[in-house]
């Protein structure tokens, strides 16, 4: 995994899928993170080959919900984001993935309630102590670094001053992760609260790794505004690729339906879960439109994959793709 001069899709929960992740890599982005998943969920699953999709299936034993769906395709750049507060823990969730992806991120500024509930996120901002080896083997960031034969990476959000967040980053440069993304926010800033890009380049100027910025990227040009402004590597995009992911193209935007119709074909092409499915289509909706008119309430009211592909004239396609996942089951 090379860091420098990249365009990134952030790790977006029950977004960031194999589909969303696809699409966003055929417009343009260079690596692409995939939703941040929780180890305790991790040391549920097993690793299994999907001879139907010719896919790697991360399933929970028991339910067989598919929890991590990655493909050869994307191999090179596709990047496992971990919720975690344990070493031990985080190493033997990685090593469930780590065959099938390019590198491993310890979420570190996620600010919900499931992750600082469980001293996960943007808690360890609170315990620099965790991601410092000091003493103990049993550190996440050097354990994963040390146990793991592929990049390991964070993601972390300001501190409350610059002073602050330096000092943090430059401890976990010591570990020697391979690049350190940052969050152009503070824990408790909204999304609509400008991002800090001058703060981030505070954090570039003081570390010798690759540094991703991250927060307020909703076009093209600003790939390059934030990089020229930051110092930073890579740039990296959430909610401006989530609206429309062909922000990745150099040549321009492609229309909003296009890219819808997209992202439903993969969806069926690669089975995708219906709620995560229709959980992004409602995220994209309600930027350009709202929810309560009808493509938003038939959205909502769709409970399958076939019922989001007649929803945008996608039939065919699905019976298409239906019959040639039928016959490659039967040819086993």
Request: with cysteine.
């Amino acid at each position: 995994m090379d860091y420098r001069d990249k365009l990134v899709l952030a790790p977006m929960v029950r977004v960031g899928t194999l589909p969303f992740r696809l699409l966003a890599a055929e417009y343009g982005a260079d690596i692409t993170y995939g939703e941040e998943i929780i180890d305790h969920k991790l040391l549920k699953c097993e690793r299994r080959i999907n001879d139907v999709l010719r896919c790697t299936d991360i399933v929970e034993k028991g339910t067989e919900s598919v929890v991590f769906r990655t493909c050869p395709e994307e191999r090179n750049k596709v990047v496992f984001q971990m919720g975690t507060s344990d070493a031990v823990r985080a190493l033997k969730a990685a090593q469930l993935v780590c065959k099938d992806v390019a590198a491993v991120d310890i979420n570190m500024g996620c600010p919900k309630s499931f992750s600082l509930s469980g001293g996960m996120g943007a808690a360890l901002l609170t315990k620099p102590e965790l991601i410092q080896d000091v003493r103990k083997s049993t550190l996440i960031l050097t354990t994963l670094k040390r146990n793991l034969h592929m990049p390991v990476t964070c993601k972390i959000r300001l501190l409350k001053s610059s002073r602050d967040t330096v000092e943090l980053a430059q401890r976990i440069e010591k570990t020697g992760v391979s690049a350190l993304a940052v969050h152009g926010r503070r824990v408790a800033d909204r999304p609509r609260d400008p991002a800090k890009w001058n703060e981030i380049a505070d954090v570039v100027a003081a570390l010798s790794i690759p540094v991703i910025a991250n927060g307020d990227v909703f076009e093209f040009e600003d790939f390059e505004r934030m990089k020229v402004a930051t110092g930073a590597s890579c740039v990296m995009v959430a909610r401006g690729a989530l609206w429309n992911a062909s922000i990745f193209s150099p040549t321009g935007k492609l229309p909003w339906e296009d890219v819808k119709r997209e992202y439903i074909r993969k969806s069926i092409l690669w089975d995708n879960d219906i709620k995560s499915t229709k959980q992004t289509l409602k995220e994209m909706i309600m930027h350009y439109s709202c929810l309560e008119f009808p493509e938003g309430k038939a959205v909502t009211k769709a409970e399958t994959l076939a019922d989001l592909a007649q929803l945008y004239g996608q039939e065919q396609y699905y019976e298409y793709v239906k019959l040639n996942q039928l016959s490659s089951t039967r040819s086993r």
